[in-house]
């Protein structure tokens, strides 16, 4: 006689053939998520997961709250100072340095079209305030590894800032994207016209050395993550996107070196088509791992709900692969007359091709951009309500940097198709980005002041 099905694991295990974890099931202690059922599971009963005690997990999953507090044992330090502050940095401090980066680049974005000084003259200080603001994290960042023993190999195991780390090869290599990718843009936008070839020929190198260290970095980050980190699907947002990001800004990067010599020189780069090329092939490569990811992160909606409220703004980063795409596919597009031979591929129509078929993929991908945009913010709703606020966390910049990608996204089709109403349109959405880029910088200074930031946990009641 069969055993009557009296739990939802049963249930669900009997109907679909597997089971999804729930939240609860992890916060009951269940070590390992079940991921199938056969017959013969159903006629053995099962004994319930046992939890974990901290003191008997690995070694390496001891929390930085530990072992800053252990570092600060072994100073026999009991006031918390400047020094204590310091070692409570993390990698998520260079999504500050992404947005900053990013919102540089939508101004010079903006300005193209209109020649307006004033904002070129905005856009440079953001430039130079994001370097500054980076050379910091570098070196705050440094420091806490040396005061703190064992953090930065903690770093790349733990589950949450490990994923971080990628944004700091995001914004050195390009300053766009993350901490390196929105560099390296912001001085093809603002330096090659103020210098001239010199430094359109140390971009071009500095780009084939972007594109080795950002496929060697992602490949890199998620074979470390897969190899030492279990992630349940309840815990699954966007974040997991990070170490692709790099990847993403491969076509952006290129455009705007194409775009920046011709019009220094109006010479393009000697190697224009294998740089266009090559960052189409990595720029898709990030693109559909990002893709696949963000369909993990559907599954994981329609599971578990939206994610809490201290992981909600991380939403805003699937906003960013899709945006990204579109303005480095759109720009390449517009600059096939500037790359691409007579007579490529044997026909005379090449380059009309290319900018047409590169325009329907942009407005293809951009409907998706769109899409999660549109969900990301619906996601804050409920935060309308007085009684419902979001506690501040670093993570508040993933309302800034991925919108980055979805406004120049939006001003590249603009002038692919020659929309005013677009151009209007990314025009707006670039001042809501800064009014937001100036609410998040200020919420963060204010919370450090308050030692919401930046502040040492206290262990001693555990």
């Known amino acids: 006689m069969s055993r009557v099905l009296n739990t939802q694991v049963d249930v669900e295990g009997a109907f679909n053939g597997y089971v999804t974890p729930n939240e609860d099931y992890f916060d009951r202690g269940g070590s390992q998520p079940v991921t199938s059922l056969s017959n013969r599971d159903h006629r053995e009963k099962r004994s319930p997961p046992i939890p974990l005690h901290p003191r008997h997990l690995p070694p390496n999953v001891d929390s930085l709250d530990r072992m800053i507090s252990n570092a600060r044992k072994s100073r026999g330090s009991k006031k918390v100072g400047i020094r204590d502050r310091i070692c409570c940095y993390q990698w998520t401090w260079f999504t500050m340095t992404m947005a900053t980066g990013g919102v ?47 953090s930065f190999l903690h770093s790349f195991l733990d589950q949450t800032e490990s994923l971080f780390i990628p944004a700091v090869f995001f914004h050195v290599l390009t300053d766009h994207g993350g901490s390196t990718a929105t560099i390296l843009i912001n001085i093809c936008e603002y330096g090659i016209p103020m210098t001239g070839p010199w430094l359109q020929r140390v971009m071009e190198w500095l780009f084939w050395i972007y594109i080795i260290f950002s496929v060697v970095a992602s490949t890199g980050m998620y074979l470390v993550l897969w190899s030492t980190q279990a992630f349940p699907i309840h815990t699954m947002t966007p974040v997991w996107v990070f170490p692709g990001y790099p990847l993403l800004l491969s076509a952006p990067f290129a455009s705007m070196l194409i775009a920046a010599s011709t019009a220094v020189s109006d010479i393009p780069p000697a190697d224009g088509l294998a740089i266009a090329m090559c960052a189409i092939a990595v720029q898709g490569t990030g693109f559909l791992i990002s893709f696949m990811i963000c369909a993990a992160f559907l599954y994981r909606l329609m599971t578990q709900k939206l994610p809490g409220d201290t992981q909600r703004p991380s939403v805003f980063i699937s906003i960013g692969p899709s945006g990204f795409t579109v303005a480095g596919l759109v720009s390449l597009g517009q600059q096939a007359q500037i790359v691409i031979p007579d007579n490529f591929q044997g026909s005379t129509h090449s380059v009309v091709i290319l900018r047409l078929l590169s325009t329907i993929i942009g407005l293809w991908i951009w409907g998706l951009s769109i899409w999660f945009f549109l969900v990301s913010v619906g996601s804050l709703t409920k935060y309308v309500r007085p009684d419902r606020k979001m506690p501040f966390q670093m993570t508040w910049w993933s309302f800034v940097f991925p919108n980055t990608a979805l406004v120049t996204a939006t001003l590249a089709l603009a002038t692919a198709l020659g929309s005013p109403g677009l151009r209007i349109a990314g025009c707006v959405m670039a001042a809501v980005l800064i009014v937001v880029w100036i609410l998040v910088f200020t919420t963060m200074i204010r919370c450090l002041w308050n030692r919401k930031l930046l502040w040492p946990k206290d262990l001693e009641s555990e």
């Open 104 to 150: 540089s680049n939508v101004l010079y974005s903006i300005w193209t079209p209109y020649r307006a000084d004033w904002l070129w003259y905005i856009g440079l200080v953001f430039f130079f305030f994001n370097i500054c603001l980076f050379i910091m994290n570098c070196v705050l960042i440094t420091m806490r590894f040396v005061m703190v023993p064992g």
